[in-house]
T-cell receptor, first 113, second 114 residues
Framework: GDSVTQMEGPVTLSEEACLTI???????????LFWYVQYPGEGLQLLLK?????DKGSNKGFEATYRKETTSFHLEKGSVQVSDSAVYFC????????????FGPGTSLSVIP | EPEVTQTPSHQVTQMGQEVILRCVPI?????FYWYRQILGQKVEFLVS????????KSEIFDDQFSVERPDGSNFTLKIRSTKLEDSAMYFC????????????FGPGTRLTVL
């Protein structure tokens, strides 16, 4: 079945450092891809999405590009802030399966001043 | 901006008791979902629901679980006889229709089974 793999961390960075969280997926069809963020004690928020190959999703300085050839959707940010400390989940939505969302294991990010 | 709401935010129950978790999806959405996240683990799909029927369920969603849309606005998840391992955060989600891609998630209900 469909699945998502991502680097699990935890990742600790200094403020203003560059961030990359790797994500790869396995899917039989043409999924939509997402990054969700979960701040401490809170629910899931959609950070960005891409619905087809070569689409780039972006939000709040984060970017990810849907790479079909490498089945990847890596999350990047050029300069992280302390407020970016959270758990980041890569996910896909399978249109052949009532759009259920399949999540990766999550990557915990801590940004220190 | 419309949002998915869930009640209660935290539910504590004794093992073997029944619990009902409630969700109010966004009003014009047609597809509804429940997910769970055991502490420190990934978010797992439980069930999807459309047109008053379960459209898909995971292997986690056994006979102890049921879902219902009793009144056209609420969407409930019932666990008939809770076990310790049911302790988790439960998220409800809804989407306008298939291929609209973005599921809107509620804030979650933390269920603690003692």
């Amino acid at each position: 079945g469909d699945s998502v793999t991502q680097m699990e961390g935890p990742v600790t960075l200094s403020e203003e450092a560059c961030l990359t969280i790797n994500c790869t997926y396995t899917a039989t069809g043409y999924p939509s891809l997402f990054w969700y963020v979960q701040y401490p004690g809170e629910g899931l928020q959609l950070l960005l999405k891409a619905t087809k190959a070569d689409d780039k999703g972006s939000n709040k300085g984060f970017e990810a590009t849907y790479r079909k050839e490498t089945t990847s959707f890596h999350l990047e940010k050029g300069s992280v802030q302390v407020s970016d400390s959270a758990v980041y989940f890569c996910a896909l939505s399978d249109r052949t399966s009532y759009d259920k969302v399949i999540f990766g294991p999550g990557t915990s990010l801590s940004v220190i001043p | 901006e419309p949002e998915v709401t869930q009640t209660p935010s935290h539910q504590v129950t004794q093992m073997g008791q029944e619990v009902i978790l409630r969700c109010v999806p966004i009003s014009n959405h047609l597809y509804f979902y429940w997910y769970r996240q055991i502490l420190g683990q990934k978010v797992e799909f439980l069930v999807s629901f459309y047109n008053n029927e379960i459209s898909e369920k995971s292997e986690i969603f056994d006979d102890q679980f049921s879902v219902e849309r009793p009144d056209g606005s609420n969407f409930t998840l019932k666990i008939r006889s809770t076990k310790l391992e049911d302790s988790a955060m439960y998220f409800c989600a809804s989407v306008l229709g298939l291929s609209y891609n973005e599921q809107f998630f509620g804030p979650g209900t933390r269920l603690t089974v003692l």
